[in-house]
């Protein structure tokens, strides 16, 4: 069974900090995303990283592919309190099929 | 373009009642997803479906749940009879088949309370 570790599972912070949210496994994946979700909604595909060491960027957030592909991170730059929600990441396994094994989420509130 | 659509968005029932969740992909979509999502579990992958045929539904809880998918554009969960804890978010996304990355597109939810 392919588990994702995210952390931390909470994050409270002040506007125009910066974070990192984590997203760690001992498996590989063939893919990984993120997704985020905000109360009320389902999750929203943010990006989808696929190449070892790969670096994407979203505006203010940057995320990265481990170069194992066992793992990722997000980063976030001057955090809005329009970044609140769950934070989720979902592995693609190699010999998974279609299923996505996601992490449990990071919730980050963004103070004003 | 519209995204994934499910009804009904809340559903408040009594133990032991049948409860049937509905679900429309987005049109071209090869692959459909039922998830279950809680406090406690986190997000649970319950089926999925490829070109309307089940292919793992290995995260279904027990008999009491089931899933069609008669056409391209439809799909039921239907729970028979429904438990207090079956209380959950209930999740429908879709997929394109676009090589081996599975980019899901999820619909809003619906509610699920069992009294």
């Known amino acids: 069974t392919q588990l994702l570790e995210q952390s931390p599972q909470f994050l409270s912070i002040q506007e125009g900090e910066n974070l990192t949210v984590y997203c760690n496994s001992s498996?590989?994946?063939?893919?990984l995303q993120w997704y985020r979700q905000e109360p009320g909604e389902g999750p929203v595909l943010l990006v989808t990283?696929?190449?070892?060491?790969e670096v994407k960027k979203l505006k203010r957030l940057t995320f990265q592919f481990g170069d194992a592909r066992k793992d990722s991170s997000l980063h976030i730059t001057a955090a809005q309190p329009g970044d609140t929600g769950l934070y989720l990441c979902?592995?693609?396994?190699?010999?998974?099929?279609?299923?996505?094994?996601f992490g449990e989420g990071t919730q980050l509130t963004v103070n004003p | 373009d519209a995204g994934v659509i499910q009804s009904p968005r809340h559903e408040v029932t009594e133990m032991g009642q049948e409860v049937t969740l509905r679900c429309k992909p987005i049109?071209?979509?090869?692959?459909l997803f039922w998830y279950r999502q809680t406090m406690m579990r986190g997000l649970e992958l319950l089926i999925y479906?490829?070109?309307?045929?089940?292919?793992?539904d290995s995260g279904m809880p027990e008999d009491r749940f089931s899933a069609k998918m008669p056409n391209a554009s439809f799909s039921t969960l239907k729970i028979q009879p429904s438990e207090p804890r079956d209380s959950a978010v209930y999740f429908c996304?879709?997929?394109?088949?676009?090589?081996?990355?599975?980019?899901?597109?999820f619909g809003p939810g619906t509610r699920l309370t069992v009294t």
């Open positions: 996304a879709s997929s394109p088949h676009s090589g081996g990355v599975r980019e899901q597109y």
């Open positions: 498996s590989v994946f063939s893919s």
């Open positions: 990283v696929v190449t070892g060491g």
């Open positions: 979902a592995g693609a396994g190699e010999t998974s099929g279609s299923r996505l094994t």
């Open positions: 049109s071209g979509h090869d692959y």
């Open positions: 479906f490829n070109n309307n045929v089940p292919i793992d």
